[in-house]
C-alpha cells in the first residue's frame, strides 16, 4: 500500500513538472512574442494579443468546456485522468511570471519555447496524462468517426497558427508553423532516448 502511494506520489511530481515547462515555455517564450502555435494555449495566447484577455483564464474555460465534452462522450476513467492537467495547467500559468527572457530574437525564442514544452508533452505523454483542452476533440473524433487522433490535431493546431496571420502577420504564422514542428520533434526524440534507456536497463 505504502509503495503504491509512493509510486502515485512521484507520478503526481513529475506531472507538475511538465505541467510547470509547458506554462515556463509558454510564459517565458510564446506569449511576450504573441506566438501561437496550436492547442487551447495557442488560443489563449491569440485571445490576449487581440483582447488582452490573460491566458490563463481562457485556457481554464477552453479546459472546462473540453471537459464537459470529454464527459459526455468519452469514458469515465479518461475524463478523470484529463481533469488534474486542465486544473493544473492554468493555475501554474497563473503563478508563473510573464518574461521575455530572449527579447533580442523571436526565432531564438520560439525555438528554444518550443523545445521546453515539446519536452513537458513528452513527459505526460509518458506518463499517460494530458493538460486537457485541444486533446479532447480528436478524441471525440477518433471514437465516433475512426480517424486518427493526431490528423485531428493537426487540424486542430493548423487553424490556431493561422490565427496569426489575422492578429499579427506571415513572420507569426511561419514561427508557429516552425514550432509545432520543433515540439513535435522533441516528443519524439524524448520518445526514443527514454524506450533505448528502457531497453537497456
Partial sequence: MKKKQTRLSSKLLIMLVALELIAFSLNMFFEPHSIAAGGATGIAILLQAGWKIPTFISVLVINIVMLVLAYL??????????????FLLPFLLYITPVYNLIPSSRLVSIIVGSIIFGIGLAILYTLNMSSGGTTVPPMIIHKNFGIDKYIS?????????????????????????????????????????????????
Fill in 73 to 86: 462522450h468519452l469514458d469515465r476513467q479518461t475524463t478523470i485522468k484529463l481533469t488534474l492537467g486542465s
Fill in 153 to 201: 490535431l493537426f487540424i486542430i493546431d493548423g487553424i490556431v497558427c493561422i490565427g496569426n496571420i489575422v492578429l499579427a502577420d506571415m513572420t507569426s504564422f511561419l514561427l508557429a508553423v516552425m514550432s509545432v514542428g520543433i515540439s513535435s520533434l522533441a516528443i519524439k526524440v524524448f520518445g526514443t532516448l527514454r524506450q533505448r534507456n528502457l531497453v537497456t536497463q
